[in-house]
């Protein structure tokens, strides 16, 4: 096989054909981390028939037998490299069952190797689609309704065309497009563009207003999501019930490069360069805007600079908006579309508000005899592609995953959903619903460990019997956490740990957060300890850095994330109010990977769930006080 030094990576082009997602049939993609999960073998697979068909070319080249020729560092031994071999190894039949190597011959595979973008990332020469530059394009930014649902009426662009640089202002369905030879003359033409907002159709209601509406609907009966045993009757007959109820806010996704898109349209051609996640999605998308069949749209696949599943959205539309401008101006030059920071702050899709109801029963034990969950928030599947394949009899499959595969071992458990419809446009973001439903579950099951007189760690341990996968992160983190031992106190400050463990994508991780909260109400996360089981450890570099980077992407959200509505207006904007972790916030991270021999899953979402429920239960380890809304308010940790 070749050196790592010879590897080169290449963005697919948008071809289902070749290189469609296996888990989704005749379509091209990533999200769901499955790019391992769905790669892995194939591309073992693809590597074995091409190793076998450059020896088989080797072989007839030197009239020797096959297996007399070894192969190693790209090179066939009688020293030929692959690249003198290829072009006979191309005209030979295509073997249909090339032989693996078994684990022990791996060379890569379980050990850490550096990304080959690193570099090239680090000095500023990989190339994102703000990087990208084509002769005589215009860089276009555009005016969006400040309301979700309100159209363009009229527009007044006298002003903004006599800016300097700007070369047209057109309509399009989404809103005003000003076009110019650079961003900033784009910029200020759309600051003194005068635009009429038809809200007929807008969306009004502030947060406040949906969270109460969420509040009615969870004291209804929703749809069945799970059903096990005799929930309300174990209920009526426990020695003790507890209720709790969880509010999460509507979160942006924030990625460091903001939506962005390059479109060149021809007569018969349009050419993309994009972040992409969802190609073939895009690819038909783009094509319907400018009136051509999707093989006649290419798609130049780009670094992204970040995701976090904003890039593949269902609508396709940040590229939809790209192409509209492209088409309005009939193709006369490529067209950069680049949101600014507010724009992408503002403009939509983001992860749904959701409000949890939780109810359970204890018997005279303290052990759980009943679980009732009640899930209020919007699809983000409904209305997409993935409708009649995710969502069954009325329940968004991505609304209560983490909810309905509860893994502890209750007799009587219970899930009903409401998703109802609002104005707001959502979809997925980094973990899904495990988001929000590890939050509600990892949190209750702390509050009936301690109402039951258990430990939170020995009861999950306890529930979690039939489930190994889960018990086994669980235990590792526990055990390099020092689960059990005293911490350390802080002079005027009160420390906790908190625990939480939680499966999605097939992955499985538990997390222990150490905290410190002054007497002020101020909180500071000293450190987390993370075990995971995502199967075989393709490269434990990338899953260590996938941990981390969820860490942060979940505390992020659990101490400052919450996008809300004024009116129906976004009231957030910049970094300046929708705050990532700084880097004094950041805690000491741990990961510990369990050895497996299952198949590979993902590692991109997984490290997300667990984080914040496991600072909330450190936190009432530290205070006493249980956190049941995020983000987390530091008013209500102060010292009475």
Not at 90 to 113: H, M, N, T
Not at 259 to 278: H, I, P, R, T, Y
Not at 366 to 393: C, D, L, P, Y
Not at 586 to 607: C, L, N, Q, T
């Amino acid at each position: 096989m070749p050196t790592w030094s010879q590897i080169r990576v290449e963005g697919a082009p948008a071809d289902a054909g070749r290189y469609n997602n296996l888990f989704w049939g005749q379509a091209q993609g990533t999200g769901g981390s499955t790019a391992i999960a769905n790669s892995y073998e194939q591309l073992r697979k693809a590597g074995a028939t091409a190793r076998a068909m450059l020896v088989s070319a080797a072989a007839q080249r030197w009239n020797v037998a096959p297996d007399s020729l070894t192969v190693a560092r790209g090179t066939v031994l009688h020293k030929a490299s692959f690249g003198a071999l290829a072009a006979d190894a191309a005209k030979l039949p295509v073997p249909s069952d090339a032989k693996l190597k078994e684990s022990k011959q791996f060379v890569y595979i379980g050990r850490r190797v550096p990304r080959t973008d690193s570099r090239a990332k680090s000095i500023g020469t990989a190339t994102f689609t703000q990087d990208v530059k084509l002769p005589g394009m215009l860089t276009a930014v555009v005016a969006h309704p400040p309301r979700f649902g309100a159209k363009v009426k009229s527009f007044d662009a006298a002003r903004a065309r006599a800016v300097t640089g700007v070369a047209d202002v057109v309509a399009i369905p989404q809103g005003v497009a000003v076009l110019a030879g650079d961003f900033w003359s784009a910029k200020k033409g759309r600051d003194v563009l005068a635009v009429v907002w038809d809200e007929t159709g807008a969306f009004k209601l502030g947060t406040a207003e949906i969270m109460a509406e969420y509040r009615k609907l969870a004291a209804t009966p929703g749809l069945t999501a799970r059903k096990d045993g005799d929930v309300n009757g174990a209920l009526a007959g426990a020695a003790k019930t507890l209720e709790a109820a969880y509010e999460f806010p509507y979160l942006a996704h924030a990625a460091m490069e903001p939506m962005n898109c390059v479109v060149k349209l021809g007569v018969d051609a349009c050419e993309v360069w994009n972040g992409e996640q969802f190609q073939t999605m895009d690819q038909a998308a783009v094509a319907v805007v400018v009136g051509l069949k999707p093989e006649q749209v290419s798609l130049h696949m780009l670094y992204a600079g970040g995701s976090f599943g904003r890039r593949a959205n269902p609508q396709s539309d940040f590229l939809v908006e790209a192409a509209a401008i492209a088409k309005a101006i009939n193709g006369r030059a490529p067209v950069k579309l680049v949101w600014t920071r507010e724009d992408d702050m503002r403009a939509g899709y983001y992860r749904p508000l959701n409000y949890h109801a939780l109810k359970a029963g204890l018997d005279a034990q303290g052990n759980i005899v009943a679980w009732h969950h009640r899930i209020v928030g919007q699809s983000i599947i409904a209305g997409t592609a993935f409708e009649k394949m995710m969502v069954k009899e009325g329940i968004d499959a991505t609304s209560v995953e983490g909810a309905s595969t509860l893994p502890y071992a209750i007799a009587n458990l219970g899930v009903e959903l409401h998703s109802p419809k609002m104005g707001v446009p959502v979809q997925w973001w980094r973990s899904v619903g495990s988001t929000h439903t590890a939050f509600s579950t990892e949190i209750f099951i702390d509050e009936l460990a301690a109402a039951g007189g258990k430990d939170p760690h020995e009861l999950r341990r306890a529930l979690l019997a039939k489930h190994p996968r889960h018990r086994g992160v669980l235990e590792l983190a526990a055990q390099k956490a020092g689960w059990g031992k005293p911490l350390a106190q802080a002079n005027g400050a009160r420390r906790g740990r908190g625990i939480a463990v939680h499966e999605s994508f097939n992955t499985f991780v538990a997390q222990v957060a150490e905290v410190t909260v002054k007497n002020d109400g101020s909180l500071k996360v000293d450190r987390v300890v993370c075990a995971v089981d995502c199967g075989v450890a393709v490269n434990p570099d990338a899953i260590n850095a996938q941990m981390e980077g969820g860490i942060v992407y979940g505390l992020t959200a659990a101490l400052h994330g919450a996008i809300t509505l004024k009116d129906g207006v976004v009231e957030q904007s910049n970094f300046h109010d929708y705050s990532p972790l700084r880097m004094n916030e950041m805690p000491r991270v741990e990961v510990h990977i369990v050895p497996s021999a299952e198949k590979p899953s993902g590692v991109g979402e997984p490290g997300v769930p667990p984080i914040a429920p496991a600072v909330a239960n450190a936190i009432f380890a530290a205070t006493g006080r249980r956190l049941r809304k995020l983000p987390i308010d530091p008013m209500q940790l102060r010292s009475a």
